[in-house]
């Protein structure tokens, strides 16, 4: 099975190809403005340089958010538009998830993403890691710094991983000291996004073009003014 995995979600965005779970290729796009116009070319890039034509892909798997409203938009528009074109499945995944995939450990341990989401609040969840699996312990949502900070255990390790991490930092350490973990891996996380998509493709949980839609947890500023 042969996955194009797309993720335009933050400032990190990626483009990554992967035959099951072995990641053939990936483009990263760090982007302060807007990916519209550098997708399409790293999609042409990533199948050109595999020999591979956008026919070939047998599924998609996109990051719906949380995140930059324009920016779910562009990928959105992407990839539904090669959905509806090719009719193959794509998968919805969570822009949060993916971020604590990248954390993942044999060792049970847990993982919170933070996003920056502007306005004093974060997008966040918390997620344990068992096994081959990530459970998730504390819902995804947008939160206050503090509200969201008072739900997790203190007593506990946690690794932080995000764009939130920076911005928050003095506040995790005031939570939770010794035990933050913060993560200085790379954000860009359309790997994980392929990698949990070919999850959801192989077990016939894709979903048609028509079904895909983005995850928010608030509204946009547009939708705020009606």
């Known amino acids: 099975m042969l996955i194009l995995a797309v ?3 933050t400032f990190s965005g990626s483009v990554a190809l992967l035959r099951k779970t072995t990641l053939l290729a990936e483009v990263n ?34 990051s719906v958010g949380p995140g930059s409203f324009t920016g779910i938009r562009i990928g959105l528009s992407t990839i539904k538009s090669f959905g509806w074109a090719s009719g193959k499945p794509i998968a919805p995944v969570s822009t949060l998830e993916a971020l604590a995939l990248k954390l993942k450990d044999p060792q049970k ?14 997008y966040a969840g918390l997620f344990e890691s068992r096994g081959k699996k990530l459970n998730e312990i504390v819902p995804q949502g947008a939160y206050s710094p503090d509200r969201f900070f008072s739900l997790l ?10 764009s939130g991490v920076d ?12 035990k933050a ?18 999850q959801m493709l192989r ?4 979903k048609d073009f028509r079904q895909v839609r983005p995850l928010y947890f608030r509204k946009s500023q547009a939708e705020e003014k009606d």
């Not at 760090?30 to 047998?58: R, Y």
């Not at 341990?109 to 974060?122: F, H, Q, V, W």
């Open 181 to 198: 973990r913060l993560s200085s891996r790379s954000l860009f996380i359309a790997h994980e996004i392929g990698l949990l998509g070919y």
């Open 153 to 162: 255990p203190s007593h506990r390790v946690i690794h932080f991983i995000g």
């Open 203 to 206: 077990d016939n949980k894709g």
């Open 7 to 9: 993720d335009t979600t």
């Open 167 to 178: 911005v928050y930092k003095e506040k995790i350490f005031q939570y939770f000291k010794d």
């Open 29 to 62: 796009l760090e982007s302060p403005m807007t990916h519209s116009e550098k997708l399409l070319p790293a999609i042409d890039f990533i199948l050109e340089s595999n020999s591979l034509d956008i026919q070939d892909v047998d599924g998609y798997a996109l």
């Open 109 to 122: 341990r847990l993982l919170s993403p933070l996003l920056d989401a502007k306005k004093g609040e974060i």
